[in-house]
């Protein structure tokens, strides 16, 4: 531990104290945010656990140090709570792609479908769909569905829809949203780095595109990926999702070595380069002037009440889909 980041500890720890608060950070924040997280006694974690931990907490406070859906997600589960952001433009391209007027007329045009939308849209989306879910459910869950012969309305990432449909065989419509850091890892590249690499494990997140999917060892979630870092029995791990995910991964496996999967190469450029510019915008800076500024969110309480239901209803499945599948194994 260096001697800066020992004094910024001992001064957010002192900070959150005096405030109530509690600092929870997600995968995809810089390294030093997510040390912080963890040694203060936060969490860091995807963006369901962290709203969850969120509620097992006595503080009145949580600081979430990600972006705006994770934000709204932990008011909606805690709404008796002050919950600030460190960022309020810290938005997603996932929850930005799917606005209220036009998604709710597509989902006019298919009035005898259940709506499914992913983690990553904005508190007024979830609260007119049926069911919220993650990347680490969203399989059981769509074919539970099918299973009671329901039809689907997906959103809003097509390329996680085209992945869940490749896997299950079931139809959906798919709104056409996508995640412009995963959206930009290029195939050819990716190819090359691995016969460079020869012995090595590619794992993928869902929001990539099916040509990247197609050449990956493991495809799943944030917290399925860090799991499968540290199962891999390769030395050379290729990583396709945000890179300050990295930070656990080492944390795991110090002796492994970490790749990117490529956004850039031959005849291409990368805008985003493996980073998410939103998540970005969380600093050390602005975390310890958090409550100096306009960073608390607010949500209306129909919003609130709504969106709580599809997400409970997602938190009950995952709990049984859980139980069952350790009463299987
Ligand atoms: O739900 C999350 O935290 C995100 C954005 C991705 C994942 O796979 O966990």
Redesign the pocket.
């Known amino acids: 531990m260096n001697i800066q980041y020992t004094e910024k500890l001992k001064f957010v720890k002192n900070f959150l104290r005096q405030n109530d608060a509690k600092l929870i950070a ?3 924040v810089d390294e030093e945010l997510q040390k912080l997280a963890e040694d203060t006694g936060g969490c860091v ?4 656990q ?1 709203a969850k931990f969120g509620s097992q907490q006595k503080e009145s406070k949580l600081i979430i140090a990600g972006v705006r859906f ?1 934000g709204e997600t932990a008011k909606i589960l805690n709404p008796e709570k002050n919950i600030y952001v460190i960022d309020k433009d810290a938005t997603c391209s996932l929850d930005e792609s799917c606005q209220l007027e036009p998604f709710q007329k597509f989902c006019n045009s298919f009035p005898d479908r259940e709506i499914v939308v992913y ?2 849209t904005s508190a007024k989306i979830k609260a007119i769909s049926d069911w919220v879910v ?3 459910i969203a399989i059981p869950l769509v074919e539970n569905l099918a299973s009671q012969n329901k039809k689907i309305i997906w959103a809003p990432d097509k390329y996680l829809g085209a992945y869940i449909q490749d896997q299950t065989g079931i139809d959906m419509k798919i709104w056409n949203g996508a995640c412009i850091v995963h959206e930009e890892y290029k195939t050819i590249e990716l190819k090359k780095l691995i016969t460079h690499l020869g012995d090595c494990d590619v794992l993928v ?1 869902p ?1 990539s595109p099916r040509s990247i999917i197609q050449l990956a060892d493991v495809v ?5 990926l860090i799991n499968a870092s540290q199962k891999s029995k390769s030395k050379n791990i290729i990583v396709a ?1 945000e890179k300050n995910i990295f930070y656990q991964m080492k944390k795991l496996s110090p002796e492994k070595n970490f790749f990117e999967a490529p956004t850039e190469g031959e005849g291409a450029t990368c805008k985003s380069c493996g980073r998410c510019p939103w998540m970005d915008l969380n600093t050390y800076k602005k975390l310890i002037n958090i409550f100096t500024g306009n960073n608390e969110l607010l949500l209306d309480e129909l919003v609130i009440r709504n969106a709580k239901k599809s997400i409970n209803r997602m938190i009950e499945f995952e709990d049984k889909f859980y139980q069952e599948s350790t009463r299987v194994s």
């Open positions: 997600h995968y995809y974690a995807d963006s369901l962290m994770m983690a990553n993650t990347s680490s997140h929001e799943g979630s944030t917290t399925k999702t």
